[in-house]
Nanobody, 123 residues
Framework: QVRLVESGGGSVQAGTSLTLSCAAS????????MGWFRQAPGKERELIGG???????GIRADSVKGRFSISGDAPNTMSLQMNSLKPEDTAVYYC?????????????????WGQGTQVTVSS
């Protein structure tokens, strides 16, 4: 069974940077796509972006374009570089994996989830 573990969350000041990491373990051969999601209190979970095992990656959420980027060695590792953080970026951030599908930038189909890591940005 594939297991995902996030790390790197914490409390930071607005305008600073933070990097989240996700490490996968177990049988990852069927994992084609990995993604970063976040969920703020009272809001729906949103897909930030993702990466394919061929190295292609992209940011989907307009609210973070130009500030966040995704990199890694999918399906084994994935990172989320977050720059110029804002208080509205405060959320629980989740790493997720999608078996047998290439559409890393589509929320549907992510069936494997990490436990989440809290990011709190204060003004």
């Amino acid at each position: 069974q594939v297991r995902l573990v996030e790390s790197g969350g914490g409390s930071v000041q607005a305008g600073t940077s933070l990097t989240l990491s996700c490490a996968a373990s177990g049988p990852t051969a069927r994992i084609y796509s990995m993604g970063w999601f976040r969920q703020a209190p009272g809001k729906e979970r949103e897909l930030i972006g993702g990466i394919h095992r061929n190295g292609e990656s992209g940011i989907r959420a307009d609210s973070v374009k130009g500030r966040f980027s995704i990199s890694g060695d999918a399906p084994n590792t994935m990172s989320l570089q977050m720059n110029s953080l804002k208080p509205e970026d405060t959320a629980v951030y989740y790493c997720a994996a999608k078996p047998n599908r290439n559409d890393y930038d589509v929320p549907h189909g992510y069936t494997i989830w990490g436990q989440g890591t809290q990011v709190t940005v204060s003004s």
